[in-house]
Each structure stands twice: as structure tokens, then as C-alpha cells.
């Protein structure tokens, strides 16, 4: 009696496995209508598409986007989406080259974004916002007039964004307070008012002797703080650098969601100005 309930428990545990995995394979992967480079580039779609395309992203806007392994289901995507957006920088990242050549989709729209400078500083940003409005409205003619529309509204609240967020930079008092930051963050960091010394590349690719010579520039110039970009990687090069110079070290985001609660564009921005100001109060506490 004890084997046959057995029995019968194994079977209905196969069923209801079955039943899953037939719904799963019926339902198949996520239907994406536009593919991504960056959390960035997916923002500014999905706001001036407002739920008119469906997208997807490519590569987590926590990590480098160079060095990011793409996920077979977002190469799956890539086989049956209209168009993948990307920055033009990324035109020619080997992973994401593969990615379009494993994807096999000879009616991909590939469309490199081309916008100079930090997107996470309000004017670059407002800036992409317009292009990218123009290619949607290129690729779906249909609904051209109402990007272009929402596109305009949307640069008009990104700038007065940029005017609150540095107001609120300007009463912090910046000026004159120098600091060193990773490259790739130097573009938001002197749009935020700081006196930038020097910039630094990925810590992988710093030797000994420069890392000394930044040290070295950062103490004679009185450097308050050493601002590290999250997407670089590992902080402990930036992190050494801060205590020997007497400098607080701080991570900021070049990409929305990078950071905790910061999905959109207005909250990676007012994140990354809480980080700093609360690193240069920080440092001022300690120096009077």
C-alpha cells in the first residue's frame, strides 16, 4: 500500500513538471520589439514610445558594457526584434557583435546612436532623447508625430531637471573644491561644478608608477575626493588612493538602476548628486 501512494505521488509530481514546461515552451520568449545597448538608451525609448514598443536591454547598467557576457535569451530576442539600439561606441564591442552575429536576423535594424559626452549631464541627455525620437519615428512612421511630441516634452523636463539638480550643486558651494575621478565620469563630474586635477582609467590598466604620479597631483593640489565610476569595477584602487591622499573616495552611475532605486534617468542623477555631496560633506567634517 506505502509503495503505491509513492507511486502515485511520483506521478503527480511528473504531471504538474509537465504541465509547467508545456505552458513555458507554449508561451516562448519575451516578445521585444526594440533591443538596447544600455539602461540609458532604454529609458528614453520606453518614455517617448510610452508602452507603443516593447524593449529590452542588452546589458545590466550595474556592469562595463565591454566586458558584459550577453545572455542567450537576449540573443533570442535579438533573432526576432524590429531594431537594437546601441551607443556609438559600442559598434564595435566584440560582445556585442557576437550577440548580432549569433541573433542570425538578416532584417535587423541596427541604429548607433551618436551623442557626445556624458548622457547623465541634462543637455546630452536631452540631446539623445531628440535623436532617438527621429530614428523610432524613421522605423515606425505611423507613430512618428507622437515621439516627436513626447520627445519634446520630455527634453523640456530633463532640462529643468538639470536646472534644479544644479542649483541645488551651486548652493553646495563647489567651487574651488578639487577632486580626480575615473574618465568616464569626469564629463558629469565638471558639469557638476568641481575642480577635476586628473582623470584615471579602468583600475586593471593603471601600473604602480601612475597610480603614484595621481597620488602625488592629488595631495599637491588638495584634492577633497576621489570619484570612482560603479560601472569600472572593483574600488579598491580608488579606495587606496582616497586614504593616501586624505581624500574621501565616492562611486557614482553612468547608467540608470546602476545604483539601488535609480530606474530612471531623474533618480540615477539625484543619486549620484546625494553621493557626492554627502562624500564632500564628509571630507569637510574632517578638515574644518
Not at 577632486?179 to 593603471?206: N, S
Not at 539601488?260 to 548628486?273: G, L, Q, R, S, Y
Amino acid at each position: 500500500m506505502r509503495r503505491r501512494i509513492l507511486i502515485g505521488v511520483l506521478v503527480a509530481v511528473i504531471v504538474v513538471v509537465a504541465v509547467v514546461f508545456l505552458v513555458r515552451a507554449q508561451q516562448g520568449p519575451l516578445s521585444v520589439d526594440i533591443m538596447t545597448g544600455s539602461s540609458l538608451i532604454t529609458n528614453i525609448i520606453q518614455d517617448v514610445a510610452d508602452g507603443k514598443l516593447e524593449t529590452g536591454t542588452l546589458i545590466p547598467p550595474g556592469v562595463c558594457p565591454g566586458h558584459y557576457d550577453i545572455k542567450p535569451s537576449h540573443i533570442v530576442a535579438l533573432a526576432s526584434c524590429r531594431a537594437l539600439f546601441i551607443h556609438d561606441y559600442q559598434a564595435n564591442f566584440q560582445n556585442v557583435q557576437g550577440a548580432i552575429e549569433a541573433a542570425e536576423n538578416p532584417d535587423l535594424i541596427i541604429v548607433a546612436v551618436n551623442v557626445t559626452g556624458n548622457w547623465m549631464v541634462p543637455s546630452v541627455q536631452a540631446e539623445a532623447v531628440s535623436k532617438i525620437a527621429q530614428i523610432l519615428g524613421e522605423i515606425d512612421p505611423e507613430n512618428a508625430a507622437y515621439y516627436r511630441e513626447r520627445a519634446t516634452d520630455r527634453a523640456q523636463a530633463i532640462l529643468a531637471k538639470g536646472e534644479e539638480v544644479k542649483n541645488r550643486l551651486q548652493g553646495a558651494g563647489l567651487e574651488g573644491v578639487k577632486v580626480i575621478c575615473a574618465e568616464m565620469q569626469q564629463g558629469f563630474v565638471r558639469w557638476a561644478g568641481f575642480d577635476v586635477v586628473a582623470t584615471y582609467g579602468r583600475p586593471e590598466d593603471l601600473t604602480p608608477a601612475q597610480v603614484q604620479e595621481l597620488i602625488d597631483k592629488a595631495r599637491g593640489a588638495g584634492v577633497a575626493l576621489v570619484i570612482d565610476n560603479l560601472q569600472s569595477g572593483a574600488t579598491a584602487t580608488s579606495e587606496t588612493m582616497a586614504q593616501d591622499i586624505g581624500a574621501i573616495q565616492v562611486t557614482i552611475s553612468n547608467f540608470p538602476g546602476g545604483l539601488e532605486n535609480t530606474k530612471t534617468w531623474e533618480k540615477a542623477i539625484d543619486k549620484n548628486v546625494d553621493l557626492l555631496l554627502d562624500a564632500l560633506n564628509e571630507w569637510r567634517e574632517q578638515h574644518g
